[in-house]
């Protein structure tokens, strides 16, 4: 026990020891992290930028326009032409662009089937939304275009059979009739003239845009916010790359052979190996507890979820990276494509597991994969705890965490087999 | 000149028998693109290979007797459609809706107000409550259910309003089978576009950047091995050691990015553009970009392991602001984003991509051209300056 506990303090010491070292693993990664948090935190509040070009003369289009303002999701930009929209896509100065083409109303009065255009330069949570959205809006209004079509075509009929006709369907339909224009509880405009489908069917968007049927949202803040993922995700890379500076250090040592002088020492090897890998879990510790504190009490950013709680999953996620650093390092022997390596297995692994967008708009076999990835346990157990689960459900990610760090540090203790100094390739 | 052939083979052949250099050059950048590719551009799709667990929703009914529930809401429930994605269960009362959406019992929670159904047949205000649970996604989903329902009630009101009740029986005429929405071309002419295309450009960028890892690993192995020494003892100017590394891990370069392009062309179907002289032309001001920035971190850097964090964080930092892994708020893009080396390429391959016109693509060359300058000026003075020696 002394022995591992000298081991690990030496490893303590050589990392954060220094003023350099200081710096280099305590404070910066506070600052990076705090810039993290600055950035993403509020991204998830704002506004997607929709850019749009309304070309239709009739009243459909701009109902279409003033409905996807209604929701509130979208801050919405005009463009002149269907040309300067995608320029703007292009560009980038909004994350989709919707385009109402000309002619819009007069087509699907006519009875054809008009269609909106999307445009996306690349496929974000909020183009996809828009697109369900603005493709709801567009079938109702084509319902709504085949009824006003077939009431004139009715009426049309009713006109030419007499006023016979007109009177059955006017009896038929018992209460508010806009057939006569008479009893008009709302006033509408004659649908008698079968010429003016276009008046009737800006008559029935006003209604609509009136919302009488609607609903009434109550929030009682059960869910996580999203800024709260986003910030986990990127906290989790970046404790990962904190990582693979440790475990480099134990990788020095055996490439330096000074791994053999302390195995020459009355050390035994299990001592060496748990004494570093407590070593750079206490640095990682530090370095965890250093991040939070930065972020809640200068930053003044709220977690959502009690400290002690994110400070678990993240000490449990350092775990994780650290036996996953050691595992390919261990593997690949030479220290100078580790580290390269291991920068390439952090990304595609934080896509993955839902550092950069939610879980849930993977495909499905995706989604299967991501239950391989720590960084999914890590956000799912921030979550559940944001959400104000007990320990009843936060168990199964952090037994999963567990689970993932025993045998990744039990194979990566591979690394420290002091009697291969591994320079090769 | 024979001197930087024999120092860009032997470099070649370094970079080559490493099968670790290999799987990092080739195998990796096609696994990236893959997994960004098949995780986004699938979510557009038909919704095939998505699987939609059905959740349970709370519907408390606030009428006085179940003979006056509301009959809409109670087909809405029954509709296939709908039952595939939610499960309703009926609560006593809004408090019993409430504290189960708390503990989770159920996903979401809706609440219909007495007298619905009479008010939407009269033309009324009729709104129903919604409360929101704890998984976003669900919120999403459910929301959107419900919503469609309503807004769909909303429109026939209207109709109804205005046209008389036949109007409803007309609405429900069968919609065309065309899709009233559908996603646009941002190209005038040419192959297609899709979203995928766009990560595997952005992917290309960021692995184009990360060729100057090379460069400072094998600086300095040199110094570290050293190799240096004897290399110094030899008849071989300092200039042409330089030139030879370049070029070997320049040619290495070029292979990486022709794997690349060709690899997800054949594979994924990526259709890089129209241009491919003009390709080549953006891919090498990438390459040289990558390599004299990493020549001038590594002159300054103190160690092997440094220089490279230093230049693989930068790698990673210009990627992500370019926007480039992961959305990033809309203002961003083009102001913090231009900073980036990878901000520029991107734009010029996607231009590409999209056949666009020669005058939209030179600025991003020009600028790319610029950036090469300043960093080939900055590299050969701190070589002048700090110089490699062992």
Partial sequence: ?425 | MTNIWTIAAYELRRLFRSRTMLINLFLLPILLIFLLGSALSGVIGEGKDRTIHPFRVGIVDAAANPSERSQMIGSFLKSPGVAEIITPEIADSREAAVSGVRSGEYGYAVIVPAGFDQDVQSGQQAKLEYILGKDRSDNMVAATVFDNFLSKINYTQAAALTLGPQAISAMLEPGQASPSVVLGKLNEGGQSYTASQFYAASMLMMFLLLCGQMVITSLYSEKDNHTLFRIGSMPVKGSELFRGKMLGIGIVSVLQCAAIIFATHFLFGVYWGNRPGILALLCLLMILASLTLSVTIAMFAQTAASARSISSGLTVVMTFISGGMAPLPDSWVNTGGAFSINHWGLRGVLRMMLESPLSQISGSLAMLSLICLVLLGLAFFSYRKVGYHA
Avoid at chain 1, 157 to 164: D, I, L, M, R, Y
Avoid at chain 1, 257 to 274: G, H, K, L, N, Q
């Fill in chain 1, 1 to 425: 026990m002394h022995n591992i506990m000298t081991i690990a303090w030496n490893l303590v010491k050589r990392m954060i020891g220094s003023r350099r070292g200081l710096i280099a693993y305590i404070i910066m990664p506070g600052v990076i992290v705090s810039i993290i948090i600055w950035m993403t935190g509020g991204a998830g509040n704002d506004k997607a930028t929709v850019l749009y070009s309304n070309l239709d003369k009739g009243s459909v289009g701009a109902h279409v326009i003033a409905e996807l303002k209604k929701t509130g999701d979208y801050a919405l930009v005009e463009k002149k032409s269907e040309g300067e929209l995608r320029a703007g896509v292009l560009n980038e100065e909004g994350r989709a662009g919707l385009d109402i083409p000309a002619g819009y109303t007069s087509s699907l009065l006519a009875g054809q089937a008009p269609q909106i255009h999307i445009y996306e330069l690349k496929t974000s949570e909020a183009s996809i939304t828009l697109k369900m959205k603005a493709g709801e809006i567009g079938d109702r209004l084509r319902e709504l275009a085949s009824a006003v079509g077939s009431a004139g075509t009715i009426a049309a009929a009713g006109t030419a059979e007499g006023t016979t006709g007109a009177r059955a369907v006017s009896s038929a339909s018992g209460t508010a009739s806009a057939m006569s224009g008479t009893s008009g509880t709302v006033g509408g405009p004659d649908a008698n003239s079968a010429a003016a489908p276009d008046a009737q069917l800006t008559a029935i968007l006003q209604q609509a845009e009136q919302h009488r049927v609607g609903s009434l949202k109550t929030d009682y803040n059960l869910y996580p916010r999203q800024g709260l993922d986003t910030v986990t995700g990127f906290m989790l890379m970046f404790l990962m790359a904190m990582v693979t500076s440790s475990v480099s250090v134990i990788m020095d040592d055996r490439r330096q052979r000074t791994m053999m002088r302390i195995f020459s020492a009355p050390v035994r090897s299990y001592e060496i190996a748990v004494g570093n890998f407590l070593g750079s879990f206490t640095v990682g510790i530090i370095q965890v507890a250093v991040v939070l504190l930065v972020g809640r009490y200068v930053l003044n950013y709220n977690y959502e979820l009690p400290m002690y709680i994110y400070f678990l999953v993240l000490a449990a996620f350092m775990l994780v990276s650290m036996g996953l650093a050691s595992t390919v390092a261990g593997l690949i022997r030479n220290p100078n494509n580790a580290g390269m390596l291991n920068a390439l297995i952090l990304t595609p692994t934080c896509m993955l597991g839902g550092c950069f967008w939610p879980i849930s708009i993977m495909p499905d076999y995706m989604q299967k994969a991501a239950n391989f990835v720590p960084q999914k346990w890590a956000i799912q157990a921030a979550d559940l705890a944001a959400t104000g689960s007990g320990w009843s459900e936060l168990w199964l990610p952090f037994a999963v965490l567990g689970l993932m760090a025993a045998i990744l540090l039990a194979i990566g203790s591979a690394i420290l087999r002091p009697t291969e100094a591994g320079i090769s390739a």
